[in-house]
């Protein structure tokens, strides 16, 4: 069994999939505070965690099939640090929304396949400035994981090129999640963090980086992490026709109440949390929440933000509160939440419309129904 060395977890986590291990907490919990306590982030690992010893840790280096570098723990720390804030989430976050419309394949996700952390190391900018590389001549990085598939196939992903080499992409090599090194589960002892972009090209145990012409042929980046149209099916399907995904869609998620919860109002209104976030550094500028189907919008306090974020590097999550007034006498309610991005990009107002056979980018309005006590 090449899962018998696997880190200990979190009990309170909720656990989607035991090997490889994948799990989630509890939406009330996940709230609870701007940073996610690193015992309480999401896990969502494709394979066995690898058994990475320090002393003997190497980050290879290449361009195209040739090796170029090699790089030690010691040596990518010489680098200067940086530490940024940064959300990640999985593209399969909220998916269970997504499976009650039509049978799918893939984790059942609630809404807490996101978390957000501090992660300090080296700049990819940096790395692959010392590389030499001509950006015009190539279109991809690649990264590869030390986490291998019965095949001794690694992990892959990459990012185009032009993410890669922007200094203002904030992509960090890092060793460091919220001020202490990375444990087993996040990517001992080195992770990308490419803020903005799909938690898949958040390559853990990162082995290996290629700059290339290609994208990487890893089974995630071709044949997986895509969305289609709601009528494309198993027989119809082409993965090498979709893009991979990369920066995120404008999402939300109501954490409190949960779904079925019984609730006492209060002076005729009720307590509501949640977050949100979206993609490509873009600053979440309004959360919109209704309890009548969309008759009547109350505009959500944002409550916690990444205040000393520049424009268009909005990494972190929005959290958001608010009072809702509630219909006095009604015994059960649904709540909707809508999040806008800086570019007025808006959640769609359905599932239906946007489900996809993979379950991914399940970014409808959410809605919860909750029961009411006076
Ligand atoms: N990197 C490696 N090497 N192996 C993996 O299985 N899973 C990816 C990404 N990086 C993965 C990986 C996916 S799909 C997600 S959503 C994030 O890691 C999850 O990161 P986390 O477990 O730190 O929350
Ligand atoms: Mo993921």
Redesign the pocket.
Known sequence: DPYLKEPKRHKILKINGQK?FCAEPPPSLLIESFITPTEL???????PVPEIDLKSYNLELAIEEVTKKSLKFEDIKKYPKYTITST?????NRRSEMAQVKHLKGLSWSVG?V?NATWTGARLYDILKDLGINEDNYNHVQ?????LDPSGT????SVPISKAMDPRADIILAYEMNGQPIPR???FPI?VIVPGV?????????AKIIVSKEESPSQ?QQGD?KCFSPNTDWDTVDFSKAPAIQEMPVISAICKPEQSEIIKVIDGKINVKGYAWSGGGRKIIRVDITNDRGKTWHVADLIAEDNNAKEGRYWSWTLWSIDLPVKKGSKEIEIWAKAVDASYNVQPENVENIWNLRGFLCNAYHRVKVKLEY
């Open positions: 490889p982030f999401y896990v969502r690992n494709h394979l990640v989430m999985c593209a399969g396949a978390s990264f590869e994981g030390y986490d690694p992990y892959g992903a589960d996040h990517g992770r799909a938690g898949a090209r958040n390559v853990k145990w990162l995630w992490y």
